[in-house]
């Protein structure tokens, strides 16, 4: 049973430049959320994909998009890089028949460096 | 006020004790919680969730949640050196994202 795959692990971009990270979630699972973590905090909600449509999004600017395909697998973009988008990218996934209490399971995370 | 709040540690305890690790939510709305490990430079990984009241076991591990206090813990009887890591508290609240808090830094003393 694959769990949450997620691809880089690691990057070093520049500001100004765009990145895009990739997502595939659990076997089983439909729901694709992401998040990220600065050093020393905990996660924060970026935005949620279910049937490849954005369904919830949280505090971060439009330089952050997201796409969801048929197959579930999701991608997220960040443009015009800042060095404060640095940070571990983390890809959640879960079943989306349910709206609370559904568990949300992790990938490894990619980190991202901006320079 | 922040709407999920950890003490950030670290919490020292010696090894075969209990940590008794502590969180606090602001929305009375919130119906399930949940328990993360992180481990340095590693993803956080489920312990455990709870949703009603009282008390919920998971091996060593048991979670505890009183939502008219707006508190919910998680116990961790004989702790281990492996056991040390950053325990992050997550809180939904009937959205579809999930609110963390700052986790606390577990340091299991051998």
């Known amino acids: 049973d694959a769990g949450v795959t997620q691809s880089p692990t690691h990057l070093i971009k520049t ?51 997201g ?20 940070a571990l990218y983390l890809c959640a996934s879960s079943l989306g028949s349910y709206i609370s209490g559904n568990t949300i399971y992790f990938g490894e995370g990619s980190w991202l460096t901006v320079v | 006020q922040k709407e999920v709040e950890q003490n950030s540690g670290p919490l020292s305890v010696p090894e075969g004790a209990i940590a008794s690790l502590n969180c606090t939510y602001s929305d009375r709305g919130s119906q399930s919680f949940f328990w993360y490990r992180q481990y340095s430079g590693k993803s956080p990984e489920l312990i455990m969730f709870i ?31 492996s056991d040390s890591a950053t325990y992050l508290c997550a809180v939904n609240a009937g959205t579809y994202k999930y609110i963390f808090g700052t986790g606390t830094r577990l340091k299991v003393l051998a």
Do not use: M
Request: charged content about 20%; aromatic content about 12%; overall charge negative.
């Open chain 1, 67 to 86: 796409h969801q395909f048929p197959n579930y697998s999701s991608e997220l973009n960040v443009n015009a890089l800042l060095l404060g988008d640095s």
């Open chain 2, 51 to 81: 949703y009603s009241n009282g008390d919920k076991e998971d091996g060593r591990f048991t979670a505890q949640l009183n939502k008219a206090s707006q508190y919910v813990s998680l116990l961790i009887r004989d702790s281990q050196p």
């Open chain 1, 15 to 65: 500001r100004g430049q765009q990145v895009t990270l990739r997502c595939s979630p659990k076997s089983g699972h439909d729901t694709v959320s992401w998040y990220q973590q600065a050093l020393g905090q905990g996660p924060q909600f970026i935005f949620q994909y279910y049937e490849e449509e954005e369904r919830q999004r949280g505090n971060f600017p439009d330089r952050f998009s």
